[in-house]
């Protein structure tokens, strides 16, 4: 898969009610900064994944700054990852050469990461100080480890109204995540989002993410006799993963079959059958990998 | 980051539907009962090495026996 599920509905999530989430995970008010938008990175894959593009690359402004324009990087990661000081470093580097807060000459962002750790404890920040050369690098993105939050801490703030209802799909990350008191809380407070599609996203995230915390049984299981919409959003990215598992399957047994029978694949047949996405022709091409008689036969056959 | 328990699910699931589809042009019909088995196995690495036997296999109970899908 090129996205990653947890990975796209960590994304969907930030952006769903963004000022909300960036104060959370900013620890700041509504008053302390500006929302001017996302940045445009589609021209910048992160590095080390040259298919993922990050496109939660927020462009704030620092109020009590006066204004001073900031990128700030939004990467979520399913588990800490050992490289990811490097990639940020790099990553940074490369919003800060590519992008600008505005068309004036010399602009530039002020740049900062946010690291949000579905599971486990990661702590990607260094510091390099070299003090009788004078030397040094910082690089400090804000990491939240979710297994680090209790559950429990973290509703109570959305009862109180300091902690965003949008926060709540993430619980099942969080510590006491599976305790069925919690998810009870957890239902009651989702109810009383007044958008049907929002509380139907709620409610899918959340299991996408129990997935991620092993909990998913004791979550479905709760949301079972929830009166909600399914989200959209989910139930598209289950189908498109769906679709795309059999894709790949497909081509890997079509070629696994043309191996079989004739040893030895030509490399451009091999990479148009990789580069073909069309299930019914890749179904077609399988039946014809069986009755071929030749690899030319099933070229020719096939109208590769 | 890592892959969903579902996505893995789904891929073995699209591995059985191979097997059964070669299966079914090399043999016309597949018993229920081992369209079945086939259906309920998540495990790759035996789907993998299934999927070769379909090919190899004289018959369906050729396939049954060295799968152990009886």
Same mark, same amino acid.
């Given at each position: 898969?090129?996205?990653?599920?947890?990975?796209?509905?960590?994304?969907?999530?930030?952006?769903?009610?963004?000022?909300?989430?960036?104060?959370?995970?900013?620890?700041?008010?509504?008053?302390?900064?500006?929302?001017?938008?996302?940045v445009?990175t589609?021209?910048l894959p992160f590095p080390g994944?040259?298919?993922?593009?990050n496109?939660?690359v927020? *462009?704030?402004? #620092?109020?009590?700054?006066?204004?001073?324009?900031?990128a700030?990087v939004?990467e979520?990661?399913?588990?800490?990852?050992?490289?990811m000081f490097g990639r940020m470093l790099v990553y940074e580097g490369q919003v800060w050469l590519e992008k600008k807060?505005?068309?004036?000459?010399?602009?530039r962002f002020n740049m900062g990461a946010?690291?949000?750790?579905?599971?486990?404890?990661? *702590?990607?920040? !260094?510091?390099?100080?070299?003090?009788?050369?004078?030397?040094?690098t910082i690089l400090?993105p804000?990491?939240?480890?979710?297994? #680090?939050?209790?559950?429990?801490?973290?509703?109570?703030?959305?009862?109180?109204?300091?902690?965003?209802?949008?926060?709540?799909?993430?619980?099942?990350?969080?510590?006491?995540?599976?305790?069925?008191?919690?998810?009870?809380?957890?239902?009651?407070?989702?109810?009383?989002?007044?958008?049907?599609?929002?509380?139907?996203?709620?409610?899918?995230?959340?299991?996408?993410?129990?997935?991620?915390?092993?909990?998913?049984?004791?979550?479905?299981?709760?949301?079972?006799?929830?009166?909600?919409?399914?989200?959209?959003?989910?139930?598209?990215?289950?189908?498109?993963? !769906?679709?795309?598992?059999?894709?790949?399957?497909?081509?890997? *047994?079509?070629?696994?079959?043309?191996?079989?029978?004739?040893?030895?694949?030509?490399? #451009?047949?091999?990479?148009?059958?990789?580069?073909?996405?069309?299930?019914?022709?890749?179904?077609?091409?399988?039946?014809?990998?069986?009755?071929?008689?030749?690899? #030319?036969?099933?070229?020719?056959?096939?109208?590769? | 980051?890592?892959?969903?328990?579902?996505?893995?699910?789904?891929?073995?699931?699209?591995?059985?539907?191979?097997?059964?589809?070669?299966?079914?042009?090399?043999? *016309?019909?597949?018993?229920?009962?081992?369209?079945?088995?086939? !259906?309920?196995?998540?495990?790759?690495?035996?789907?993998?090495?299934?999927?070769?036997?379909?090919?190899?296999?004289?018959?369906?109970?050729?396939?049954?026996?060295?799968?152990?899908?009886?």
């Open positions: 898969m090129s996205q990653n599920v947890f990975d796209q509905a960590a994304r969907y999530l930030a952006k769903l009610d963004r000022v909300p989430f960036l104060c959370w995970v900013l620890e700041l008010q509504p008053a302390d900064f500006v929302f001017r938008g996302w445009d589609r021209r994944e040259p298919d993922r593009v496109d939660t927020a *462009h704030l402004e #620092d109020v009590a700054g006066g204004n001073v324009p900031w700030v939004l979520f990661q399913l588990e800490p990852e050992p490289l807060p505005s068309d004036l000459p010399g602009d946010v690291v949000i750790n579905l599971t486990g404890r990661g *702590h990607c920040g !260094r510091e390099m100080d070299w003090p009788r050369a004078k030397l040094k400090e804000r990491e939240i480890n979710l297994c #680090d939050r209790q559950a429990q801490t973290v509703m109570d703030g959305i009862v109180a109204g300091t902690v965003p209802r949008v926060i709540l799909p993430l619980i099942p990350l969080m510590q006491g995540g599976d305790d069925a008191g919690i998810i009870q809380l957890w239902l009651a407070q989702a109810s009383l989002e007044a958008d049907n599609r929002r509380r139907g996203d709620y409610g899918g995230l959340a299991l996408v993410f129990a997935e991620a915390a092993k909990c998913a049984d004791v979550w479905k299981t709760a949301l079972k006799g929830w009166n909600v919409v399914q989200s959209q959003q989910v139930l598209e990215w289950q189908a498109e993963a !769906r679709a795309e598992a059999l894709v790949d399957s497909t081509v890997a *047994h079509i070629l696994r079959l043309l191996e079989i029978r004739f040893q030895q694949i030509p490399a #451009d047949l091999a990479n148009v059958l990789r580069g073909t996405t069309d299930l019914a022709k890749l179904q077609t091409y399988f039946d014809l990998a069986v009755s071929a008689v030749s690899i #030319d036969g099933f070229r020719q056959s096939a109208g590769l | 980051m890592k892959q969903s328990q579902q996505v893995l699910e789904w891929q073995a699931e699209a591995r059985a539907e191979s097997i059964l589809r070669l299966l079914e042009l090399r043999f *016309h019909e597949v018993p229920p009962d081992l369209a079945e088995s086939l !259906r309920t196995t998540t495990d790759f690495v035996k789907l993998t090495a299934w999927f070769d036997l379909a090919y190899s296999a004289a018959s369906i109970e050729a396939f049954r026996h060295r799968t152990g899908l009886c």
